[in-house]
Each structure stands twice: as C-alpha cells, then as structure tokens.
C-alpha cells in the first residue's frame, strides 16, 4: 500500500520568513496530493491540492510543488503569520488516502 | 461547498460498552467513506474504507469485529466500537468523496473525541 513521508515533524520559524514541508510518497499510482492544516481537537482543513499532471500550484502566500519522477512533493509557505501556526499534514490519494506524520509548524511573532 | 456531518462529537463511556459514530454528508452522495483514527499529536491513520452497499475494507491491524461499519446508504456511513476499553479511546474522525466530483477530494467531519474509562 501506500506510504508517506513528511518531514520535518516540527518546524519553527520567524514570522515573516518562509516555510516548507516535503513529502514522498511510494506508489507511483497515486494521483492527487492534498495538503491540510488541522489545529487540535478540529476537523483538518485543505488548503491546497496538486495533481500528478500538473508540477506546481500556488494559491497567494501558499504553493506546492510535485516532481512526480521521484515522488517527491512540498508545501511552501511565504511570509508566514502567527495565525499559520497548526499542525500540517499531507496526503497521497489514489483508491484511498493516506497522510503524512504530520508536522508542527510554530510562527513566533 | 460538501458538508459531512459527525455525531456525537465528544463521548465518555464505560470500559465495556459499545459506542456509535454517524457520519453523514448532508449535500452530496458518498459512495466511498473513509473511517480515520487519530491518537494526540499524531497522524491521522486509516482504519477502513467504507463503500455503500458493501463490507468494509479493513487496514491491517484493525479488528474487524471491534470497529463494525455500516454504509447503508449513500449518505451515512456508522462505525461502532464495540466493548469499547480505554485504549480505544482517541479522536475518530470521518471522511467522504462526492461521487458525483470523482474520486479525489475528501470531505472531513468534525470528528468523535471517545474516552473510555
């Protein structure tokens, strides 16, 4: 089945400065690739998706990349906020999907 | 957007017990659920694929017997725990594809905080 790897499992940075989070995944069956944040005890949330066709999608101050050859994708976090404070997980999707560890991301003000 | 309803959201039972969660998307049909476990402050790890009509599909590890699922229709699927014993007690959470979008985005539920003492 599939497996997914997320690192790092904390990450923390200034406000301001940017973040990013990698992913590999191990079936090359897998086609879409979201990103969630989840802060504790809610539901996670999407906040950004890519999928196997397209190499990289950017929504305002978030992008994700994907290089599908090596099984690879990241979130990019640009002038990151306090509020952007959460835990992040991604997650490869083909029959089914399965996340990432997970990572902390702190925001110090 | 698709809204996916969990309920209870929170729940305290005895060591023993059997405790239902529903899950049911509100706006949309969902003929694949996905039943996810979730113990603090880690990932969210699937316990079974749920697909109207028919049984469950159970990752490895997971008891079959101890967390039955029902997906009678195409929009509530239902996870029960049976004798339930605190450690099973974790964040559930609930997941749906809109069939009518394809197979792609998942549509989350709030989740059920169980504790079992």
């Known amino acids: 089945g599939e497996n997914v790897e997320q690192h790092p499992s904390t990450l923390s940075v200034q406000e301001g400065d940017s973040a990013v989070i990698k992913c590999t995944y191990s079936?090359?069956?897998?086609?879409?690739f979201p990103w969630y944040k989840q802060e504790l005890g809610k539901r996670p949330q999407l906040i950004i998706d890519?999928?196997?066709?397209?190499g990289e999608k950017k929504d305002q101050r978030i992008a994700v990349t994907l290089n599908k050859t090596a099984k690879h994708f990241s979130l990019h976090i640009t002038e990151t906020q306090p509020e952007d404070s959460a835990v992040y997980f991604c997650a490869a999707s083909g029959d089914d999907m399965r996340f990432g560890a997970g990572t902390r991301l702190t925001v110090k003000p | 957007g698709a809204v996916v309803s969990q309920h209870p959201s929170w729940v305290i039972c005895k060591s023993g017990t059997s405790v239902k969660i529903e899950c049911r998307s509100l706006?949309?049909?969902?003929?694949?659920m996905f039943w996810y476990r979730q113990f603090p402050k880690q990932s969210l790890m699937l316990m079974a694929t749920s697909n109207e009509g028919s049984k469950a599909t159970y990752e490895q590890g997971v008891e079959k017997d101890k967390f039955l699922i029902n997906h009678a229709s195409l929009t509530l699927s239902t996870l029960t725990v049976t004798s339930a014993h605190p450690e099973d007690s974790s964040f559930y959470i609930c997941?749906?594809?809109?069939?009518?979008?394809?197979?792609?985005?998942?549509?989350f539920g709030s989740g059920t905080q169980l504790s079992v003492l």
């Open positions: 706006d949309f049909q969902a003929t694949t």
């Open positions: 079936d090359s069956a897998s086609n879409y």
């Open positions: 890519i999928r196997s066709n397209v």
């Open positions: 997941s749906a594809r809109d069939a009518g979008q394809g197979n792609e985005k998942l549509f």
